[in-house]
Nanobody, 123 residues
Framework: QLQASGGGLVQAGGSLRLSCAAS????????MGWFRQAPGKEREFVIS????????SVVDSVKGRFSISRDNVKSTVILEMNSLKPEDTAVYYC??????????????????WGQGTQVTVSS
Protein backbone atom coordinates (compact mmCIF):
# COMPACT_ATOMS: atom_id res chain seq x y z
CA GLN A 1 0.00 0.00 0.00
CA LEU A 2 1.07 3.56 -0.71
CA GLN A 3 0.06 6.60 1.28
CA ALA A 4 0.74 10.02 -0.19
CA SER A 5 0.73 13.23 1.83
CA GLY A 6 1.96 16.80 1.77
CA GLY A 7 -0.28 18.46 -0.77
CA GLY A 8 -1.78 21.87 -0.23
CA LEU A 9 -2.19 25.40 -1.50
CA VAL A 10 0.88 27.45 -2.37
CA GLN A 11 1.55 30.65 -4.26
CA ALA A 12 3.37 30.63 -7.56
CA GLY A 13 7.11 30.48 -6.99
CA GLY A 14 6.68 28.58 -3.76
CA SER A 15 7.65 25.06 -2.76
CA LEU A 16 5.97 21.92 -1.55
CA ARG A 17 7.22 18.56 -0.41
CA LEU A 18 5.18 15.45 -1.05
CA SER A 19 5.80 12.17 0.73
CA CYS A 20 4.73 8.67 -0.12
CA ALA A 21 5.02 5.96 2.50
CA ALA A 22 4.94 2.31 1.49
CA SER A 23 3.93 -0.68 3.52
CA UNK A 24 3.96 -4.38 2.87
CA UNK A 25 6.51 -5.76 0.43
CA UNK A 26 10.15 -4.71 0.79
CA UNK A 27 10.33 -1.14 -0.42
CA UNK A 28 13.70 -1.54 -2.10
CA UNK A 29 12.16 -3.94 -4.63
CA UNK A 30 10.08 -1.11 -6.09
CA UNK A 31 11.00 1.64 -8.46
CA MET A 32 8.88 4.61 -7.47
CA GLY A 33 7.27 7.42 -9.35
CA TRP A 34 4.90 10.36 -9.25
CA PHE A 35 2.14 11.16 -11.69
CA ARG A 36 -0.31 14.03 -11.76
CA GLN A 37 -3.72 14.72 -13.17
CA ALA A 38 -5.01 18.21 -13.75
CA PRO A 39 -8.74 18.90 -14.10
CA GLY A 40 -9.99 17.81 -17.50
CA LYS A 41 -6.67 16.28 -18.47
CA GLU A 42 -5.23 12.80 -18.57
CA ARG A 43 -2.88 11.62 -15.89
CA GLU A 44 0.72 12.30 -16.82
CA PHE A 45 4.11 11.09 -15.70
CA VAL A 46 6.14 13.54 -13.61
CA ILE A 47 9.20 11.87 -12.16
CA SER A 48 10.54 8.49 -11.07
CA UNK A 49 13.46 6.90 -9.29
CA UNK A 50 15.04 3.50 -9.65
CA UNK A 51 15.11 0.84 -6.97
CA UNK A 52 18.60 1.82 -5.91
CA UNK A 53 17.94 5.52 -6.05
CA UNK A 54 20.86 6.05 -8.39
CA UNK A 55 18.79 6.89 -11.47
CA UNK A 56 15.87 9.21 -12.05
CA SER A 57 13.61 10.10 -14.95
CA VAL A 58 11.79 13.41 -15.16
CA VAL A 59 9.38 15.06 -17.57
CA ASP A 60 10.74 18.13 -19.33
CA SER A 61 8.13 20.49 -17.89
CA VAL A 62 9.45 20.09 -14.34
CA LYS A 63 13.16 19.63 -14.98
CA GLY A 64 15.25 21.81 -12.73
CA ARG A 65 12.28 22.45 -10.43
CA PHE A 66 11.23 19.03 -9.14
CA SER A 67 13.41 16.35 -7.61
CA ILE A 68 12.79 12.89 -6.22
CA SER A 69 14.55 10.95 -3.53
CA ARG A 70 13.95 7.79 -1.57
CA ASP A 71 14.78 6.37 1.81
CA ASN A 72 14.76 2.59 1.63
CA VAL A 73 15.07 2.30 5.41
CA LYS A 74 12.00 4.44 6.05
CA SER A 75 10.18 3.06 2.97
CA THR A 76 9.46 6.57 1.79
CA VAL A 77 9.80 8.49 -1.45
CA ILE A 78 9.90 12.28 -1.48
CA LEU A 79 8.94 14.70 -4.22
CA GLU A 80 10.45 18.14 -3.75
CA MET A 81 8.70 20.77 -5.85
CA ASN A 82 10.22 24.22 -6.20
CA SER A 83 9.41 27.28 -8.29
CA LEU A 84 5.87 26.06 -8.57
CA LYS A 85 3.67 27.37 -11.35
CA PRO A 86 -0.12 27.49 -11.66
CA GLU A 87 0.13 24.82 -14.34
CA ASP A 88 1.53 22.43 -11.73
CA THR A 89 -1.90 22.38 -10.12
CA ALA A 90 -3.12 18.79 -10.11
CA VAL A 91 -3.81 15.75 -8.02
CA TYR A 92 -0.47 14.03 -7.50
CA TYR A 93 -0.23 10.25 -7.26
CA CYS A 94 2.64 8.11 -6.13
CA UNK A 95 3.09 4.71 -7.69
CA UNK A 96 5.32 1.66 -7.43
CA UNK A 97 6.83 -0.39 -10.22
CA UNK A 98 8.60 -3.73 -10.33
CA UNK A 99 10.91 -2.47 -13.07
CA UNK A 100 14.39 -3.59 -12.15
CA UNK A 101 16.91 -1.20 -13.62
CA UNK A 102 16.06 2.04 -15.43
CA UNK A 103 13.44 4.19 -13.71
CA UNK A 104 10.04 3.69 -15.33
CA UNK A 105 8.04 6.45 -16.95
CA UNK A 106 5.05 4.72 -18.53
CA UNK A 107 1.85 4.43 -16.56
CA UNK A 108 1.57 0.80 -17.61
CA UNK A 109 4.85 0.03 -15.84
CA UNK A 110 3.42 0.91 -12.45
CA UNK A 111 1.50 -1.77 -10.61
CA UNK A 112 0.57 -0.14 -7.33
CA TRP A 113 -0.98 3.27 -6.86
CA GLY A 114 -1.57 5.44 -3.87
CA GLN A 115 -4.44 7.80 -3.34
CA GLY A 116 -3.88 11.26 -4.74
CA THR A 117 -2.95 14.41 -2.91
CA GLN A 118 -4.09 17.79 -4.19
CA VAL A 119 -1.55 20.45 -5.09
CA THR A 120 -2.93 23.87 -5.92
CA VAL A 121 -0.68 26.70 -7.08
CA SER A 122 -2.23 30.14 -7.08
CA SER A 123 -1.05 32.91 -9.37
Amino acid sequence: QLQASGGGLVQAGGSLRLSCAASGRTFSTYAMGWFRQAPGKEREFVISISRSGFSTSVVDSVKGRFSISRDNVKSTVILEMNSLKPEDTAVYYCAASFRRFDPPSLESEFAIWGQGTQVTVSS
